[in-house]
Nanobody
Framework: VQLVESGGASVQVGGSLRLSCAAS????????IGWFRQAPGKDLEGISC????????YYTNSVKGRFTISSDSAKNTVYLEMNSLKPEDTAVYYC??????????????????WGQGTQVTVSS
């Protein structure tokens, strides 16, 4: 199983970006993809997750209403649409995969496979 993120860039405050997480090698149709981020000097933070079985989505409070997670099963890709970006959104963004219902979805230790990360920088 492999995950490859893309779409990170430098943008101005209030701008938008769409991150992609392309997955390959999955042998189950019951899995969850989570998006995490890590800002300099801070812990890894779970920000969103989508469960393949029910299409259920999860968001941390700081991104609710601004970020949208979605998936395209035909392309085996999960997206994170980010709008109204703020300087505090600056971080390396990672996608990660786990199998089954994403109990405790914000906990990075629950995920089995990680992508390499993509940098998002928001400047004023």
């Amino acid at each position: 199983v492999q995950l490859v993120e893309s779409g990170g860039a430098s943008v101005q405050v209030g701008g938008s970006l769409r991150l992609s997480c392309a997955a390959s090698g999955f042998i189950s149709d019951d899995y969850a993809i989570g998006w995490f981020r890590q800002a300099p000097g801070k812990d890894l933070e779970g920000i969103s997750c989508i469960w393949s079985k029910a299409g259920t989505t999860y968001y941390t409070n700081s991104v609710k209403g601004r970020f949208t997670i979605s998936s395209d099963s035909a392309k085996n890709t999960v997206y994170l649409e980010m709008n109204s970006l703020k300087p505090e959104d600056t971080a390396v963004y990672y996608c990660a995969a786990r199998w089954g219902r994403p109990v405790d979805w914000m906990n990075p230790s629950r995920y089995n496979v990680w992508g390499q990360g993509t940098q998002v920088t928001v400047s004023s």
